[in-house]
């Protein structure tokens, strides 16, 4: 099984900012991923952190704390082309493990 | 530049059927790693290969099967398959293996 756990389901409007919380319990663990998928896409790399705090790239931040097994990706001035699920992934030496997923609603 | 390149797109096979899923990494990439990912789900780890050797293998049966050839391009083999098969099966490359993922569009399996 899954042993992240991350919110099913966010909606926001445009313009909004979105936190999608992410918790792990493992050995073993390098570093957190984040990743986005439209409906029946590819899943594509958004931030990784392998240490402790922010990680900014662009509207799309990304933050760890490993002395409490959490992360999160910060989405700013949402927009409609964000609508999409959002997976935290933690890795290891030779694998993601994923969490379930964050489906991501953006409404005008 | 081409990314990770994943065929066929659709497959629909018959139960008991076998199935060949076909994989080519970006060039330079030595790492290829599959995932299968059911609907609403995350995808989950069913191998990783570097350098044509098995570094990992995630928790399914023996009926899964994969290589790696001298150009780095892949396979995943499925026998005799389940309903339960039917999934989007992901490739995704790397360097090396353990960061920076591409993941290609995925091969989607129907099995009937």
């Known amino acids: 099984g899954q042993s992240l756990e991350q919110p099913s389901e966010v909606t926001a409007v445009e313009g909004a900012i979105v936190q999608i919380n992410c918790t792990y319990q493992t050995s073993g663990f390098y570093g957190l991923s984040w990743y986005q998928q439209h409906d029946g896409g590819a899943p594509t790399f958004l931030s990784y952190n392998a240490l402790d705090g922010l990680e900014e790239t662009g509207r799309f931040s990304s933050f760890l704390s490993r002395s409490d097994s959490y992360g999160y990706l910060l989405l700013q001035e949402l927009q409609m082309k964000d609508s999409a699920s959002y997976f935290c992934?933690?890795?290891?030496?030779?694998?993601?493990?994923f969490g379930a997923g964050t489906t991501v609603t953006v409404r005008a | 530049d081409a990314g990770v390149t994943q065929s066929p797109t659709h497959l629909i096979k018959t139960r008991g059927q076998h199935v060949t899923l076909r994989c080519s990494p970006i060039s330079g990439h030595k790492s290829v790693s599959w995932y299968q990912q059911v609907l609403g789900q995350g995808p989950q780890f069913i191998f990783q290969y570097y350098e044509k050797e098995e570094r990992g293998r995630g928790n399914f049966p023996d009926r899964f099967s994969a290589r790696q050839f001298p150009n780095y391009s892949s396979e995943l083999n499925v026998n005799a398959l389940l309903l339960g098969d039917s999934a989007l099966y992901l490739c995704a490359s790397s360097l090396q293996g353990a960061q920076g993922y591409t993941f290609g569009s995925g091969t989607r399996l129907t099995v009937v």
């Open positions: 992934a933690e890795s290891n030496d030779y694998k993601l493990s």
